[in-house]
């Protein structure tokens, strides 16, 4: 099979199916004559285990031990006590929240030091909360990459144009032809290095397991 058709066939996005690859917790045969992945029953049959795991909130080094011999159980309870973890640290974000609730205040009246402090004693306590500026972080990320590789290229292009409008208007003094390809070609070859640079900053900022819950 190919990998559109096991997509269709368990319900996992063709990113997640080569990420779990990456993570050696698949691994498809090759294609002799052509060199592509070929799945068949057995790594369907994988990525079912995978989703079922996942969907259940279990991680990826616990399934990892599975594969490598560990029972279901001993798996599941390893787990539990994560999920007993985090059932405790959502109970504290509810009850702080709760609190919250009923405060016939503006934001920026609120005692957000104070909150702070009191989140900061929680989490030495044990409690996690759930941080969300990383996710913030990420359009920016994104923005920066993309800014920059458009203002190196833009200005490649002009220097590009730049030199062909000089050798242009002063035909006589313009260096041969070979030559005026080489000065071209430079800031040609750093336009696609940037560009390239920037497909795979893009690939760094993406790598990662999508969630799949919304498609399940």
């Known amino acids: 099979m190919k990998i559109n058709e096991v997509e269709a066939q368990v319900g996992i996005t063709k990113k997640n199916i080569r990420f779990y690859e990456e993570q050696g917790l698949l691994s498809p045969r090759r294609n002799s004559e052509n060199g592509y992945r070929d799945y068949g029953e057995a790594e369907v049959a994988v990525l079912r285990q995978i989703k079922l795991m996942r969907k259940l909130g279990v991680p990826l080094e616990e399934i990892r031990r599975m594969q490598a011999g560990g029972t279901v159980g001993d798996g599941m ?64 990320r994104y923005a ?23 050798f242009t208007v002063d035909t006589a003094d313009a260096p041969p032809l070979p030559l005026l390809l080489v000065l071209v070609a430079i800031p040609g070859v750093i336009i696609l290095g940037v560009l390239l640079a920037l497909v795979q900053r893009i690939r760094e900022i993406q790598k990662g397991e999508e969630d799949d819950a919304k498609n399940y």
């Open 77 to 140: 309870r390893r787990h539990l006590v994560t999920l007993e973890r985090e059932h405790h640290s959502l109970e504290q974000s509810m009850r702080l929240c709760q609190s919250l609730k009923d405060r016939e205040e503006r934001l920026d009246a609120l005692d957000a030091a104070g909150l702070l402090e009191e989140m900061d004693q929680m989490e030495k306590a044990g409690t996690t909360f759930r941080d969300k500026q990383k996710q913030d972080a990420k359009p920016v």
């Open 144 to 166: 920066g990459a993309v800014v920059m590789a458009l203002l190196t290229t833009a200005l490649m292009t002009a220097l590009i144009a730049l030199m062909v409008w000089g």
